[in-house]
């Protein structure tokens, strides 16, 4: 006690002539009981003397819950964001002039990831932080040349009194900024393998197939009922990508279209799938195919369940109904029974709306 009631902290910060330039510098760091932050002044003369000082400091013990030390070093920098911050205001020193440290490598790591791959914790503060301070204000300082750790550790009120690096920070604050500490290419790091505090990452594969579900035509023995059903549930589905409810009860005839365009075009995958990746890629088909020498040609290319044509004398009439003309695509049939079956509706059923 008797040694910090003989202690005497000059109020007084400034060199004695006149201030050419004034910089803030602010030092973060935590330990396993408290976490603190501390500011000096940094003044230039016009003789360019430079002098420094310690201006302001804050410390806090350790938050009840439990925290690993990552997430304590963040919660430092976060102290030392606000505190600087406040300080630079009252100063009215801008936001060039300010430089911040801290010694955890992890922390820096988190304040240069998109806030969307950090946890909840970890992305509230950094952005708070970010907000605060700009990212390219933020340097790396070992922990032997921080003053901060005195702050968080605890020092002896003899040792407080005599220590240089307390009251004056570190000898480097009156070099140029070239000569300032660099963070070692070692301890850098930028993989998310080893970084905490990170969401998982979920990793999607998508695999490609021609295998189409055909259990569709199940559903119904009428292909205009299951038509119509298709058309709802398309409807349902440019809905909920638009996040809008469409108003109208009645089917419209060009959602009713591209159902049938697209049962057709499932029941021709089903039929000759090998058919469809020739006439896509405008390729011949082998010699001896059964469909080699029909012309075909796929109908509406803006679509991606367009379908394959015929081109013959029926297509040319233009009086035909347009269900009538697409009578020639089920003639195109495989020889499997899966795929006669649902063919059968779309004809029968095409014969009726005639």
């Known amino acids: 006690m008797d040694v910090i009631r003989d202690l005497q902290i000059p109020r007084f910060t400034g060199p004695s002539c006149k201030i050419k330039l004034k910089t803030l510098h602010g030092f973060s760091d935590s330990s396993e009981s408290a976490f603190g932050a501390v500011i000096y002044l940094v003044c230039t003369d016009v003789n360019n003397t430079v002098s420094t000082h310690l201006l302001c400091t804050k410390a806090r013990v350790k938050p009840i819950r439990q925290r690993t030390m990552p997430e304590m070093e963040l919660e430092a920098a976060k102290l030392l964001s606000q505190l600087i911050s406040h300080v630079a205001n009252a100063l009215c020193i801008n936001a060039t002039e300010i430089f911040t440290w801290i010694d955890s490598t992890t922390v820096l790591a988190w304040l240069k990831k998109p806030l969307i791959k950090l946890k909840t914790f970890v992305c509230n503060r950094v952005a708070m932080i970010n907000e605060l301070l700009p990212l390219q204000q933020w340097g790396y300082v070992s922990t032997e040349l921080n003053p901060a750790d005195l702050c968080s550790r605890g020092l002896e009120a003899q040792s407080l009194a005599t220590s240089s690096l307390w009251w004056n920070g570190q000898f480097w604050l009156k070099l140029p900024q070239e000569e300032w500490p660099k963070l070692p290419q070692e301890k850098f790091r930028d993989k998310d393998t080893d970084l905490p505090g990170l969401k998982a990452t979920i990793l999607v594969t998508v695999v490609t197939t021609n295998n189409i579900d055909f259990s569709l035509f199940s559903w119904s023995s009428c292909f205009i009922k299951l038509t119509r059903v298709w058309a709802w549930i398309m409807r349902f589905i440019k809905g909920c990508k638009k996040m809008e409810i469409c108003k109208e009860r009645v089917l419209q005839w060009n959602e ?4 049938q365009q697209f049962l057709i075009y499932v029941q021709q995958q089903l039929s000759f799938p090998e058919v469809f990746d020739a006439v896509r890629k405008k390729k011949q088909l082998p010699k001896g195919h059964s469909l080699g020498g029909m012309g075909l040609e796929l109908k509406d290319h803006t679509s991606n369940h367009d379908y394959i044509c015929v081109r013959g004398r029926v297509r040319e009439r233009a009086l035909i109904p347009f269900f009538c003309k697409m009578q ?23 014969h009726n709306w005639e």
């Open 328 to 350: 020639t695509n089920q003639t195109l049939l495989g020889n499997t029974a899966q795929a006669a079956q649902p063919c059968w509706n779309i004809c029968t059923d095409q």
């Open 256 to 259: 009713t279209a591209a159902a």
